[in-house]
């Protein structure tokens, strides 16, 4: 075999093993099986051409996975804010945003949804970290104003834990793509923070239900903060730590069947945070029933009580569960 044809031949052989290394680690999985492709299409199609850039700091958000095998989480306890949505199957998923620090690490990272695009246009085109999306979502995430980081375009910045079973085991290190904590100013989201409003009801703990999930928020005097549980165990971080907020807001919204389904078959469901509606916030171990208004995308959110008085939220993290309006 002549120099020129071996050297063809290693070249081959060398970029069929770099693409082989790209698709383990791109690849977006399912909720119930092993490693592999769900149905959602590639993750290296958003992010691929140039971002636009920030005008302002611009929130760090991550897509993070909570079945119960992606349990304990790393990295949810530095959130400014966690969202939480129901899913397909009547499940949960978890959307974190940074603002004021960055841990080491963060995940497990799972897919993003057509109604996260919504949720994040509150913020200034904030870096989205997701492992994939259902194939005809990419497009309407690269036209979103959003910078899309996943293991296709960002592969040195995820990781897999190998004690954990895929695809609850896919890890991201947030400073291989935002270098510093951008701070508190992309925070867009609408909230105030101070001293409590008038009344509230004294509670113990609030629970929400999804089909197939639930959250629930028990005070705790000692630590001044609403304990976190979830599928009636307390939630902890990977440091053994007891997951907990300052502020808990129980949202009440429009939960509705979108365009999308996902590789089983299952209809994505659609939560609609644009409008206004029912919600109650829990801090300092009471209850308030407020309601909450989001005229546009591009707005934050805000909660009154039913004279028209802005709420404001403790100093600390905030837990945001959106709950299917009765």
């Not at 120099?3 to 290394?21: C, F, H, S």
């Not at 989480?73 to 940074?98: F, K, N």
């Not at 409590?196 to 629930?216: C, E, H, I």
Request: hydrophobic fraction near 35%.
């Amino acid at each position: 075999m002549g120099r020129g044809a071996r050297g063809r031949r290693a070249a081959t052989t060398v970029a069929l093993l770099a693409a082989t290394v790209t698709a383990a680690l791109a690849g977006c999985t399912s909720g119930s099986g092993g490693p592999g492709d769900d149905g959602r299409g590639s993750p290296k199609e958003p992010g691929q051409r140039p971002s636009p850039s920030a005008k302002g700091p611009a929130a760090l958000v991550v897509k993070i996975d909570n079945a119960g095998p992606a349990r304990p989480h790393t990295g949810v306890d530095a959130a400014d804010v966690v969202y939480a949505e129901q899913v397909e199957g009547g499940l949960s998923r978890l959307m974190a945003v940074y603002a004021t620090r960055l841990p080491e690490a963060i995940g497990p990272v799972r897919s993003a949804r057509e109604s996260d695009l919504e949720l994040l246009r509150q913020f200034d085109r904030p870096t989205l970290a997701f492992s994939g999306a259902q194939k005809k979502l990419l497009p309407l995430i690269d036209k979103a104003p959003l910078r899309a980081e996943t293991p296709g375009n960002a592969a040195d910045a995820f990781f897999r834990d190998s004690g954990r079973p895929a695809p609850h085991n896919l890890y991201l290190r947030p400073e291989r793509i935002v270098p510093e904590a951008p701070g508190r100013a992309a925070l867009t989201t609408g909230f105030r923070y101070g001293s409590a409003p008038a009344g509230g009801t004294a509670t113990a703990s609030r629970t929400v239900r999804y089909p197939a999930a639930g959250f629930t928020f028990t005070w705790s005097d000692s630590r001044d903060r609403w304990l976190v549980g979830m599928d009636g165990r307390p939630a902890t971080t990977a440091d053994g730590e007891r997951m907990a907020a300052a502020t808990v807001v129980v949202q009440y919204v429009t939960v509705r069947e979108s365009a999308f389904r996902d590789f089983l078959g299952n209809n994505t469901p659609y939560t609609e945070t644009v409008g206004s509606g029912k919600a109650t916030v829990l801090r300092d171990g009471r209850a308030w029933d407020v309601r909450w208004k989001r005229d546009k995308a591009a707005d934050g959110t805000t909660f009154t009580t039913a004279d028209g008085t802005p709420v404001n939220f403790a100093k600390g993290q905030v837990w945001v569960v959106f709950a299917k309006t009765p």
